[in-house]
């Protein structure tokens, strides 16, 4: 841990300079300077300077000096063909190649330079400049601050006094290399004026600001004042919030002084607390995707007050709690939660509800309104205060946090969160720029003219900075070990390094002492892609990791065609589980998928050749990418694009009754439960959820996302969105919507719920499968009916369960096709095949099967009857 330097803060009494601390967000300006240059330039170390873009090698004017330019105060001017006025300091750089040296500065010196306003010149033999850019400081800052800044302790930390009647003391440390000045103003309630004002020392080797005070109690606020030269803007004074603030007061106006460690933000018994040991092994999780507001939102079985909150899933005899509690029961494991830290698009205070909506929400409406996803980070530390009970009180949101998920364990499932270190919701000057407000331009990624990058939506962050890795780290760290959280999913994680992502897991499992399991999105694209700028954490870099990748080419190959087509290709792409695709091409990658997508997995192709799932093309991409079992999250649905109810409303024939697409719906889930790897399901999938044909529902508001736990409503023609594309598109979509027989009968529902928690017990009662390693899939699952005359609509696999204390055998049929079939083979004759007992019960939600499924031991036929999922065991070694 580092030493931070601190002084006690004595009483301040209120003056003029207090009085800067009611100013709001924002930022005042101590100096203008908008001098606008591109930063061209990259710092590769402490000394080292490299001008890709500039007067480079080969050009006449390559020959020039390069010399830097500092102004202390930022009042640096510089014109082409002028003389640079205002700085106070400049130094020759040597050589005379792209990369030149600055040598002439001790390591302290380099430290305080990067404080002051920097520029990079070549100059003619006059003096005149001829080429200029500002510099991306990030590796020198890396190089010269960060080794002794890795361990520091950042944020609010009380300390309490061995004394009983001596005061907690509060000490607050920020990370910030490159600012003038740091103090840190104090107040003593969510709002009004400050009480305090506390100027941070400086540690020079590590650029952490710091002060420890008893002026600063559990229970009171916190705000910096930073003063820092912003290019483009000059040199100013950022009143910005802490980045590691564990709450806020509402709306992100002022950080809060906590000890997550205090008595009174806990729930009962929340240090002897545990979560349910119900994984042993990645593949052993079941997920549930849910957001936190859909859940609750309309739940006439939650008290109005506590609807779309945290509490919500505190009410156990709540229609919604009960369906998480029946899940948990069938075999589901996770509940992981879209972002619940604090983002920045929803008023938390007096926003307004779009429950009722009949149509999409105008953009003034939507700034209004109470929802979002969340993918617009503000704190990555804190609770989101719109969940919470009130936003205003900073205790709040952390005490029923826990209680959430206390609550949840308590019904049976571990609790994970989505977690978006990729992106920030603003940079720059912004209101909602918090990390660049402190230390600008190091934070966010940035192009080769210094711009930030925004290939994620948003503007990216560079986890593969120190301290913006260290950030993650610790913020991940934090909510595994004061909120118990046992997984999670890491938005667009192809955008961070293998090895950052790698040494997380390993430092949060130690230093919590059991395993959390990491799950991301792998998709590699934008400036990193194919290795860019840093080995990945992507679907085709995280081999040998056990960290998990969504698995896109079982969902294509369920669903048809990719994950945002236009409507058109919707139509013509109707995917395996619409039964009215017959290619052998689709049924492989269909088998690809329940073998877990594994490199080496060799199987039957649809060319009649036995080939390595890799050796088998996604686009430009192998079908088959993971090492190992654990790094394949398979899946059909989840809260991006279009629900499948709503993808199935453009592909099934209209005349599809609406018992027929509960059927179709169900095959997806059950082939996500019969795949290799880790299963993972989008809430409201297994009750026919619908989003009335909204394929980005991130703002769209409460109609569009709400869960209907009474089971009557799927959703289906609640509102209009907005709809895109060419007019025959538009009119498609409207035509469906209004078209009464899509809609599902409660009855229907009903079903696909139950049926969708049987083939989650099937999937909880037996190993087969989820097994754990990629050998064991090799040796033990085998695809039948894969000869050139077969129906490419009935899968077969088959698990061997020799040597194991689990079925002697296992074999799952996936019938797609409107029609039964039936499937033989003398390799499975005179076996004691029968069927899972999950199905054979009689209060199976599939009686279908119950009273049509059959086993011929005598010629090893099966009879599967029309759109259903089967299973047929052997019953051996179970204990």
């Known amino acids: 841990m580092l030493a931070l330097t601190s002084s006690m803060a004595a009483d301040i009494p209120r003056d003029a300079n207090l009085s800067m601390c009611d100013a709001p967000l924002g930022h005042q300006t101590l100096q203008a300077n908008d001098l606008r240059l591109p930063a061209a330039a990259i710092w590769l170390n402490a000394t080292h300077i490299q001008w890709p873009q500039g007067a480079g090698r080969g050009t006449p004017a390559s020959a020039l000096p390069w010399r830097l330019l500092a102004s202390r105060k930022g009042t640096l001017q510089i014109q082409v063909g002028q003389q640079a006025i205002g700085h106070d300091q400049s130094w020759p750089l040597q050589g005379n190649d792209d990369v030149r040296e600055l040598s002439a500065l001790s390591t302290d010196e380099l430290r305080r330079l990067h404080a002051s306003q920097l520029v990079l010149v070549q100059e003619d033999s006059e003096g005149r400049v001829q080429h200029a850019t500002r510099i991306?400081?990030?590796?020198?800052?890396?190089?010269?601050?960060?080794?002794?800044?890795?361990?520091?302790?950042?944020?609010?930390?009380?300390?309490?006094?061995?004394?009983?009647?001596?005061?907690?003391?509060?000490?607050?440390?920020?990370?910030?290399?490159?600012?003038?000045?740091?103090?840190?103003?104090?107040?003593?309630?969510?709002?009004?004026?400050?009480?305090?004002?506390?100027?941070?020392?400086?540690?020079?080797v590590s650029g952490v600001w710091s002060s420890t005070t008893q002026k600063a109690p559990q229970g009171s606020y916190y705000r910096y004042a930073v003063e820092v030269f912003v290019p483009q803007v000059g040199r100013v004074i950022n009143h910005v919030n802490d980045p590691y603030a564990v709450s806020l007061s509402a709306n992100s106006q002022r950080s809060y002084v906590a000890d997550l460690n205090a008595a009174h933000l806990k729930p009962a018994n929340w240090d002897t607390h545990t979560s349910p040991s119900s994984v042993k092994h990645a593949v052993d999780m079941r997920i549930y995707e849910l957001h936190v507001r859909d859940f609750s939102i309309q739940d006439k079985t939650?008290?109005?007050?506590?609807?779309?909150?945290?509490?919500?899933?505190?009410?156990?005899?709540?229609?919604?709690?009960?369906?998480?509690?029946?899940?948990?029961?069938?075999?589901?494991?996770?509940?992981?939660?879209?972002?619940?830290?604090?983002?920045?698009?929803?008023?938390?205070?007096?926003?307004?509800?779009?429950?009722n909506a009949k149509v999409a929400l105008t953009p003034t409406m939507r700034t209004q309104d109470c929802f979002n996803w969340g993918y617009d980070p503000l704190h990555f530390n804190a609770p989101e205060g719109s969940y919470a009970s009130d936003a205003e009180d900073g205790a709040k949101r952390i005490l029923e946090f826990r209680q959430m998920v206390k609550s949840l364990n308590e019904v049976g499932l571990r609790v994970g969160m989505d977690m978006v270190y990729n992106h920030t919701s603003a940079s720059g000057q912004h209101l909602h720029s918090v990390l660049d407000r402190i230390v600008p331009g190091y934070y966010q990624r940035l192009n080769a003219q210094g711009e930030v990058e925004r290939s994620t939506c948003c503007d990216n962050t560079a986890t593969e900075h120190l301290m913006m890795g260290k950030l993650m780290s610790d913020s991940v760290l934090m909510w595994a070990a004061h909120y118990k959280l046992d997984s999670f999913r890491f938005d667009l994680m192809g955008h961070q390094p293998r090895q950052v992502m790698v040494d997380m897991q390993e430092r949060v499992q130690q230093v919590t002492g059991r395993r959390i399991d990491f799950v991301g999105e792998g998709w590699n694209f934008g400036e990193v892609a194919n290795g860019a700028r840093f080995v990945q954490a992507s679907q085709l870099s995280l081999n040998g990791t056990g960290i998990g990748t969504f698995n896109d080419r079982l969902r294509d190959a369920i669903r048809g065609g990719g994950a945002s087509d236009a409507v058109e290709t919707l139509v013509k792409m109707p995917g395996f589980v619409s039964g009215q695709e017959k290619s052998a091409h689709v049924a492989a990658q269909i088998r690809a998928g329940l073998a877990g997508s594994l490199r080496t997995y060799r199987m039957v192709t649809a060319d009649g050749n036995v080939k390595a799932l890799q050796d088998l093309p996604y686009g430009d991409q192998p079908t088959g990418y993971a090492s190992e079992p654990s790094e394949v999250?398979?899946?059909?649905?989840?809260?991006?694009?279009?629900?499948?109810?709503?993808?199935?409303?453009?592909?099934?024939?209209?005349?599809?009754?609406?018992?027929?697409?509960?059927?179709?719906?169900?095959?997806?889930?059950?082939?996500?439960?019969?795949?290799?790897?880790?299963?993972?399901?989008?809430?409201?999938?297994?009750?026919?959820?619908?989003?009335?044909?909204?394929?980005?529902?991130?703002?769209?508001?409460?109609?569009?996302?709400?869960?209907?736990?009474?089971?009557?409503?799927?959703?289906?023609?609640?509102?209009?969105?907005?709809?895109?594309?060419t007019a025959s598109a538009k009119a498609l979509s409207t035509s469906l919507l209004q078209n009464q027989k899509l809609q599902p009968t409660p009855q229907d529902i009903a079903w696909t719920r139950d049926a969708f928690r049987d083939v989650l017990k099937i999937r909880q009662s037996t190993e087969l499968l989820r097994l754990k390693s990629a050998q064991a899939i090799q040796d033990r699952l085998t695809f039948l009916n894969t000869e050139a005359q077969a129906d490419p609509r009935l899968i077969v696999g088959h698990v061997n369960g020799r040597d194991l204390k689990d079925y002697a055998a296992l074999i799952y049929f996936v019938n797609v096709a409107p029609e039964a079939k039936h499937f033989s083979t003398s390799a499975l004759a005179h076996q004691a095949f029968e069927l899972h007992p999950v199905l054979a019960d009689a209060k199976a939600a599939d009686q279908r099967i119950r009273h049509e499924a059959r086993y011929y031991a005598s010629t090893g036929g099966f009879d599967i009857p029309a759109r259903s999922a089967v299973v047929f065991i052997v019953k051996g070694g179970q204990p």
């Not at 800044?149 to 000490?171: E, F, Y």
């Not at 509960?662 to 999938?685: D, E, K």
Request: glycine share 6%; with cysteine; proline share 5%.
């Open 136 to 204: 991306q400081a990030a590796k020198a800052l890396d190089t010269l601050f960060a080794p002794a800044s890795l361990n520091a302790r950042l944020g609010a930390t009380i300390t309490q006094q061995p004394h009983k009647h001596a005061a907690d003391q509060t000490t607050f440390a920020i990370w910030a290399p490159t600012a003038l000045k740091v103090s840190v103003c104090l107040y003593p309630k969510a709002r009004g004026k400050a009480n305090g004002k506390l100027d941070l020392q400086r540690d020079d």
């Open 302 to 355: 939650v008290p109005v007050s506590m609807r779309g909150k945290y509490l919500a899933l505190t009410q156990k005899q709540s229609q919604g709690m009960r369906h998480l509690k029946a899940l948990a029961q069938a075999g589901m494991t996770d509940l992981h939660l879209l972002p619940v830290f604090d983002f920045a698009t929803v008023p938390e205070r007096n926003c307004q509800s779009s429950l």
């Open 633 to 725: 999250v398979n899946y059909a649905e989840n809260h991006d694009n279009l629900t499948l109810f709503d993808s199935l409303a453009y592909k099934l024939p209209l005349d599809t009754p609406s018992s027929e697409r509960a059927r179709v719906q169900h095959l997806a889930s059950a082939l996500t439960a019969f795949s290799q790897g880790i299963a993972y399901f989008h809430a409201g999938m297994d009750i026919l959820r619908s989003k009335s044909l909204d394929g980005n529902s991130y703002d769209s508001g409460d109609a569009f996302n709400v869960l209907d736990w009474s089971y009557k409503h799927n959703g289906f023609g609640r509102a209009v969105p907005e709809l895109n594309g």
